[in-house]
């Protein structure tokens, strides 16, 4: 059997960024509510925000360091999987991402240090600006990463000379048609992301009776910050659907399972694509519901995937999927959100077990949307690498054999499932601690600058606190 080098190579980048994404996503916002923490106890001097600034940002070191390691190998991979996309669009992408190490990288590196071990060694308004500091530094890195990926999507201010991308704006290249869409969604994923942790592990405590001071400090301001966020991705969302529909019309095409061009498209919930008889069986949709939405009139003309030739089109079964449970997880949050501000409002969250059991069960939901989110994205540009310029036949080394992409790729899988499944393994271990053991231990022994992760202050071999249970 032929190895398909081009096709292994897309597996293994698609497998390395999706294991990557997870992190910053979570980060990001994470950052943000640590610096949220670090201005109330500022203000305030309440020693729960100090107990829950110290617990999270245990567990931002530890997913941190994994975000760190997980995505240097994504620039390694540009060199020995991609080097012909390298080379062409290196005009633009080596500035932008040296960019993003200068103005963020740099940024995180000198005030990470003071965040993880400068409590009380440092003035207490130097360790909340280095806090706001390292969350300025998460968006100036999302920044730089998706204005490069939106160019991808949608490139601007370039011209294809020689095989190579010449530079002829800047600005129309940096802040290409659809950056800014798709930098608000993913800022307000990350804020999902974090939101949704946080009120899952604190509402996991509150059914085993455990920080519950904290816990309801916790749950309580995060459901104020998802109950605006979650609907505000709704129509940040739409926004970015209507841009899309712009610029990647069979993007959406895949997106509303649309084969033929038609006024009046119905908003489909159920179907099943096949790509081989380009047509949908089991269709289950709204009548008019994708003309409404896409053109904001029922009888809107919605483009259909046959417009383009079967080699230009999406794979429409996994884009049409991918945007579903993005769009379903999306709903749930957005209800889970206002029930749970709602009971709060009403005084009676703290007795609602089944929610509580509820948000404890939604940790893993914001990961699987993002995820789905970048499905959709990435495998909806297809066939091309840099949207209706090059495609990915251009775009891989020359001398980039099948055997050697798959040698590759087993090894990645290997060494991720290890770095994972390690430190998934010591977020559970900070986790089950829990805010309460806080007061007890000394985090700042230790630890080194050097190693973030030993900012947790946690072994794989210490003792663990028992659940008193409910």
């Known amino acids: 059997?032929?190895?398909?080098?081009?096709?292994?190579?897309?597996?293994?980048?698609?497998?390395?960024?999706?294991?990557?994404?997870?992190?910053?996503?979570f980060t990001i916002g994470l950052a943000s509510y640590i610096a949220a923490l670090e201005g109330l106890l500022y203000r305030t001097g309440n020693p729960v925000?100090?107990?829950?600034?110290?617990?999270?940002?245990?567990?931002?070191?530890?997913?941190?360091?994994?975000?760190?390691?997980?995505?240097?190998?994504?620039?390694?991979?540009?060199g020995t999987n991609w080097s012909a996309f390298s080379y062409a669009s290196a005009n633009f992408l080596g500035p932008i991402l040296s960019y993003e190490v200068i103005t963020a990288f740099f940024l995180e590196a000198v005030f990470l240090g003071i965040l993880l071990f400068g409590r009380n060694k440092v003035p207490r308004g130097t360790h909340l600006f280095a806090a706001c500091m390292v969350a300025i530094g998460t968006f100036i890195s999302s920044f730089w990463i998706l204005s490069a990926n939106s160019w991808m999507q949608t490139p601007a201010g370039v011209e294809l000379q020689g095989g190579v991308f010449?530079?002829?704006?800047?600005?129309?290249?940096?802040?290409?048609?659809?950056?800014?869409?798709?930098?608000?969604?993913?800022?307000?994923?990350?804020?999902?992301?974090?939101?949704?942790?946080?009120?899952?592990?604190?509402?996991?405590?509150?059914?085993?009776?455990?920080?519950?001071?904290?816990?309801?400090?916790?749950?309580?301001?995060?459901?104020?910050?998802?109950?605006?966020?979650a609907p505000a991705q709704l129509?940040?969302?739409?926004?970015?659907?209507?841009?899309?529909?712009?610029?990647?019309?069979?993007?959406?095409?895949a997106m509303e399972g649309t084969w033929e061009t038609q006024s009046g498209a119905p908003l489909l919930l159920f179907a099943i694509p096949s790509m081989e008889q380009e047509r949908n069986f089991m269709e289950i949709g709204i009548p008019y519901g994708a003309s409404l939405i896409l053109t904001h009139s029922l009888d809107g003309e919605?483009?259909?995937?046959?417009?383009?030739?079967?080699?230009?089109?999406?794979?429409?079964?996994?884009?049409?999927?991918?945007?579903?449970?993005?769009?379903g997880i999306g709903l749930l949050m957005i209800v889970m959100a206002l029930v749970g501000a709602w009971k709060q409002w009403r005084g009676t969250l703290w007795e609602s077990e089944k929610l509580l059991r509820g948000f404890s069960w939604m940790i893993p939901a914001p990961f699987l949307a993002v995820l789905s989110g970048w499905f959709v994205t990435e495998v909806g540009r297809m066939p091309w690498v840099v949207h209706g310029i090059m495609r990915y036949e251009e775009a891989v080394s020359p001398s980039l054999t099948g055997g050697m992409a798959l040698f590759s790729?087993?090894?990645?899988?290997?060494?991720?499932?290890?770095?994972?499944?390690?430190?998934?393994?010591?977020?559970?271990?900070?986790?089950?601690?829990?805010?309460?053991?806080?007061?007890?231990?000394?985090?700042?022994?230790?630890?080194?600058?050097?190693?973030?992760?030993?900012?947790a202050g946690t072994t794989f071999d210490d003792e663990m606190p028992q659940p008193s249970g409910r």
Not at 175 to 189: D, E, Q, Y
Not at 235 to 253: C, M, R, S, Y
């Open 166 to 229: 010449q530079i002829t704006s800047w600005m129309e290249a940096i802040f290409n048609p659809s950056f800014w869409p798709r930098f608000f969604h993913m800022a307000l994923a990350s804020f999902l992301t974090a939101g949704f942790v946080v009120a899952g592990v604190s509402a996991w405590y509150l059914l085993r009776d455990r920080a519950v001071v904290e816990s309801r400090k916790a749950l309580g301001m995060t459901l104020v910050l998802l109950a605006i966020v």
């Open 235 to 253: 129509v940040v969302g739409d926004i970015h659907g209507l841009n899309t529909f712009e610029h990647q019309p069979e993007k959406v095409a």
């Open 302 to 327: 919605v483009h259909g995937l046959k417009d383009w030739a079967p080699e230009d089109r999406p794979n429409m079964p996994i884009v049409f999927w991918a945007f579903r449970i993005m769009v």
């Open 409 to 455: 790729l087993i090894g990645y899988v290997a060494v991720y499932a290890v770095v994972f499944s390690a430190g998934v393994y010591y977020v559970t271990r900070v986790v089950r601690k829990g805010p309460e053991a806080i007061e007890v231990e000394t985090p700042s022994e230790g630890g080194h600058p050097k190693r973030p992760m030993s900012a």
């Open 1 to 25: 059997m032929e190895l398909d080098p081009v096709f292994l190579s897309r597996l293994q980048f698609g497998f390395v960024v999706s294991f990557h994404a997870i992190f910053p996503v």
């Open 49 to 78: 925000y100090e107990r829950l600034a110290k617990f999270w940002t245990q567990v931002f070191a530890v997913v941190f360091g994994m975000g760190v390691v997980s995505g240097i190998v994504m620039s390694f991979q540009f």
